[in-house]
Structures are given as structure tokens and as C-alpha cells.
């Protein structure tokens, strides 16, 4: 199982990015697939998450209509698109996956739920 994040970058707040998951060596629709972002000090902090053929969905309080997140199945692939960015929003962003059946067939919402991550993407918003 291989996860590769990409589209981070620096961007002013009020700005947008898309982030991409690039997913191998699993069966895609067999997985749920979540981001995590995490700043130094504090915990890994679930963002968004996609299953079941996206009929189950997440997404945190904090970014709930800024961001939103889709999947690719012919491609293997998940994207994170965010909008309106703020400082706060400044992390290293990861994806994560975990099986239908170990989660139960819907999004979960912590990190302790999954089992393989990416290396993650470094999102700066400036002031």
C-alpha cells in the first residue's frame, strides 16, 4: 500500500489549493480514504474523509464549506480541494486509508482508525 500527497505549497490567506492523494496497491473502492493535517506539538487532526463510493463523507467544523473533498476511482486517486485559507489552516497534510471492513463501512473521523499514510504535503498560509 503506497499513499503519495502532492499540491501543497504557500499560498496568502483568502487563497486556494488542491490537494491530491495518489493511492497504490489496494483495491480503491475497498478503502476509505481520510486527511489529516498536523502542525508541530498538537495532534494529528482528522480534516476530511471519503468511502464506501462516497456515500460517506466527513469533514471537520473547521473547514466545512471551504473544503471539499472527491475521488477518482479510474485513477487511484482522492483531492482535498481548499478554499478561502487561513492561517490556521497551516500544516503538513497527510491521507490515510483503511479498509471497509475494519472501519465499519463509514468515514472515521480519528488518526488511531488508520492504518497506512502518506508522507504528507506541507500547506503554509500567510497573513
Known amino acids: 500500500v503506497q499513499l503519495v500527497e502532492s499540491g501543497g505549497g504557500l499560498v496568502q490567506t483568502g487563497g486556494s489549493l488542491k490537494l491530491s492523494c495518489a493511492a497504490s496497491?489496494?483495491?480503491?473502492?475497498?478503502?476509505?480514504i481520510g486527511w489529516f493535517r498536523q502542525v508541530p506539538g498538537k495532534e494529528r487532526e482528522g480534516v476530511s474523509c471519503?468511502?464506501?463510493?462516497?456515500?460517506?463523507?466527513y469533514y471537520a467544523d473547521s473547514v466545512k464549506a471551504r473544503f471539499t473533498i472527491s475521488s477518482d476511482s479510474s485513477k487511484n486517486a482522492v483531492y482535498l480541494q481548499m478554499i478561502d485559507l487561513k492561517p490556521e489552516d497551516t500544516a503538513v497534510y497527510y491521507c490515510?486509508?483503511?479498509?471497509?471492513?475494519?472501519?465499519?463501512?463509514?468515514?472515521?473521523?480519528?488518526?488511531?482508525?488508520?492504518?497506512?499514510w502518506g508522507l504528507g504535503t506541507q500547506v503554509t498560509v500567510s497573513s
Open positions: 496497491g489496494f483495491s480503491f473502492d475497498d478503502y476509505i
Open positions: 490515510a486509508t483503511v479498509s471497509n471492513t475494519r472501519a465499519g463501512w463509514r468515514c472515521r473521523e480519528t488518526h488511531v482508525w488508520y492504518d497506512y
Open positions: 471519503i468511502g464506501n463510493s462516497e456515500i460517506s463523507t
